[in-house]
T-cell receptor, first 112, second 117 residues
Framework: GEQVEQRPPHLSVREGDSAVITCTYT??????FFWYKQEPGASLQLLMK?????EINEGQGFTVLLNKKDKRLSLNLTAAHPGDSAAYFC???????????FGLGTTLQVQP | GALVYQYPRRTICKSGTSMRMECQAV??????VAWYRQSPQKTFELIAL?????????EQNFTQEKFPISHPNLSFSSMTVLNAYLEDRGLYLC?????????????FGAGTRLSVL
């Protein structure tokens, strides 16, 4: 079935540094892509969604890049701060089944 | 705006007993509802997808006998965890999409956290 691989599983950076999380997926028919943030003990917060074939979206303090040719999705926190410490999940909507499939998650720690 | 409410937020049940959780879509019609489980230290696994006027589709490791789901109308869904054991603990999320916002985006509730004693 469809798979979504997310790397790295754990990431520790210093405040002000950048942090990059990457997901690759197998279904070439995938067409919607999402990044979620989960703070400890909390539910999912939608950070951003992207649809186009190659797209760079900028949010508050982060950039999302989608490359459909390489089947790769990345989240780049440009200048991390301690409030960014959380688990981050990518999710891909399969074109074949319509199901939303999550990556395994990345636990980010930002040291002051 | 549209919101997805789940209740209870937290619950504890004894091993071998059952627990029902509910999901309410407010402000939009939820034509599809997906139930996910996040077990401790794991990602979100899809349990089943319920679409109005279609049969509920369960994923490979989940069955209707263990996780019966009801989706009686466009604003409500419930799922029961029957005979809950330790491996059933975790955060259960309901995600809904329908006639509001981006119809390809699942809007998640805050989840029901299940502990099993």
């Amino acid at each position: 079935g469809e798979q979504v691989e997310q790397r790295p599983p754990h990431l520790s950076v210093r405040e002000g540094d950048s942090a990059v999380i990457t997901c690759t997926y197998t279904d070439p028919n995938s067409y919607y892509f999402f990044w979620y943030k989960q703070e400890p003990g909390a539910s999912l917060q939608l950070l951003m969604k992207v649809f186009s074939s190659t797209e760079i979206n900028e949010g508050q303090g982060f950039t999302v890049l989608l490359n459909k040719k390489d089947k790769r999705l990345s989240l780049n926190l440009t200048a991390a701060h301690p409030g960014d410490s959380a688990a981050y999940f990518c999710a891909v909507r399969s074109g074949n089944t319509g199901k939303l499939i999550f990556g395994l998650g990345t636990t980010l720690q930002v040291q002051p | 705006g549209a919101l997805v409410y789940q209740y209870p937020r937290r619950t504890i049940c004894k091993s071998g007993t059952s627990m029902r959780m509910e999901c309410q879509a407010v402000g939009f019609q939820a034509t599809s509802v997906a139930w996910y489980r996040q077990s401790p230290q794991k990602t979100f696994e899809l349990i089943a997808l319920s679409t109005v006027n279609s049969a509920i589709k369960y994923e490979q490791n989940f069955t209707q006998e263990k996780f019966p789901i009801s989706h009686p109308n466009l604003s409500f869904s419930s799922m029961t965890v029957l005979n809950a054991y330790l491996e059933d603990r975790g955060l259960y999320l309901c995600g809904a999409r329908g006639d509001w916002g981006d119809q390809n985006t699942l809007y998640f509730g805050a989840g029901t956290r299940l502990s099993v004693l």
